[in-house]
Each structure stands twice: as C-alpha cells, then as structure tokens.
C-alpha cells in the first residue's frame, strides 16, 4: 500500500521540531527522532490514514527533516533537495513566523494527545478547498470551523444581534437571508469566528464579541486563500 503524501499538519510538527534542533539534529536512532515518529502515527490513527510498515518510520521522517534543512537559506546546500510543494507553502508560511509555528504545532499535538477526546467534532467533513488552503493545516482548521459550527455559539450571537438590530444581517455587506429568501431565509446566517484557533486557548472560552455574523459569499472570501483575511481586511475590499 503506497504511503499517502505529507499532510500539511504533519510537516508543521516536523518544522517545529527542526527549528528546535537545527543547531544539532539529532540522529536517526535518538530518542527525540522515534518520539516524532510516533507521534505522527498517532495523527495517522487519528485521521484514519493507511499506510505500510514505512509510514512516517524514523527514516522517513528523519528524510522529511532534512528537506526542510534544504529550505533553510542558514544552512544553504547542507539539506536534501527533494522538499515537496506542501513543504514548501509550510515553509514559507512560518519561516519568519516562529511564535505561529509554535502555537499552531502546540495546537496540533494537544488534539492528537487527546485522542481528538473534546466536545467538538473534528471528523466532520469541511470544504476540501478550505482544507488545501488553510495555512495551519487540516486539523487545526476543522477546530477552526467546529468553533464556527457550533450552535449554542451561534444561537446566542443571532440572540443578540436580534435584540439589537432587530434583523440578521451579514456584517460586512448587510446581505439578509429573510428579505432575499422570504420564510425560508428565515434566522439564517453565518457565523465566523474571528480569533484563529491558537489564539483561543485550551479551555475554548469564546466572547460572542469574537464572533461575527456573515453571509455565506463573504464567508466564503474570508477562507477562500491564505492567510484568511480579517473583518476589516473583507470590509475595505468591500467598501472598494
């Protein structure tokens, strides 16, 4: 069975582990290689992911180490020149950026640790589009859209927005369900959660200020590339 590629998830823990150590990598046989590697199993149990007796062995993820090591300009010709197109965009993406790297791989393994064991549903199936473009990965991207998905969130948001404003509105471009679609628009909206997931915590205590209520199209714009933009970012686009 031919091993299935690279999820971005996993290489943002491989990265995290080279900036780490890339003073001193440590060898094939070390403790520190073996703890990576089974922890990217466990992320392939997690997800259901098959594979043969070489998925993400020592070897294999010692190799993927050493990709990255060809994309480090410090250590220039000093790697392996066969990083992957996924390496690459993980690469670019948290080069400059290590406080990101680091909160999106703490992210990461705390869901794998936990068995994906939380009161949001990490399988359920999101747009394969946001999936490929999200920056931090599939995994931290489902929690992403399970804060987003979650309904006693929501319900209090449209709560008070109804209190308030007396309709629900899209808050960028004030698109209303209700007067587009009569009844069947009826209490329909999108709600995006404004925070990215490293910034949430552990304990997932949201504000409803960190909510904001969306139509479905600049919802869509939000997540349609990375990095995904802000309320703000969407509503001078918006405003143009």
């Not at 999936?131 to 995994?139: A, I, K, M, N, T």
């Amino acid at each position: 069975m031919k091993n299935p590629p690279w999820l971005k998830d996993e290489i943002i823990l491989v990265m995290d582990f080279y900036i780490d150590n890339s003073a001193k990598i440590p060898g094939k046989d070390s403790d520190e290689i073996a703890e990576l590697s089974s922890l990217l199993n466990d992320f392939r149990n997690m997800h259901g992911l098959h594979g043969d007796a070489k998925f993400r062995n020592v070897n294999g993820v010692y190799m993927k180490i050493m990709n990255l090591r060809g994309l480090d300009e410090q250590y220039d010709g000093k790697g392996l020149s066969s990083a992957s197109n996924a390496d690459r965009e993980v690469w670019s993406s948290f080069k400059d950026d290590n406080i990101g790297l680091k909160s999106t791989a703490k992210r990461i393994r705390s869901y794998i640790n936990s068995s994906g064991d939380n009161i949001y549903d990490i399988e359920h199936p999101i747009d394969n589009e946001i999936e490929q473009e999200s920056q931090e990965g599939r995994l931290v991207t489902r929690i992403h859209k399970a804060y987003e998905r979650d309904s006693k969130l929501v319900k209090n948001k449209k709560n008070k927005i109804l209190r308030e404003k007396g309709a629900l509105e899209c808050e960028i471009c004030g698109f209303n369900f209700l007067t587009a679609y009569g009844e069947r628009g009826k209490d329909f909206v999108e709600c995006h959660h404004n925070k990215p997931v490293s910034e949430i915590g552990d304990n997932g205590v949201t504000k409803l200020s960190d909510l904001t209520l969306l139509c479905s199209n600049c919802h869509r714009m939000i997540h349609r590339k990375r990095p995904w933009l802000t309320i703000d970012q969407l509503k001078n686009i918006n405003r143009q």
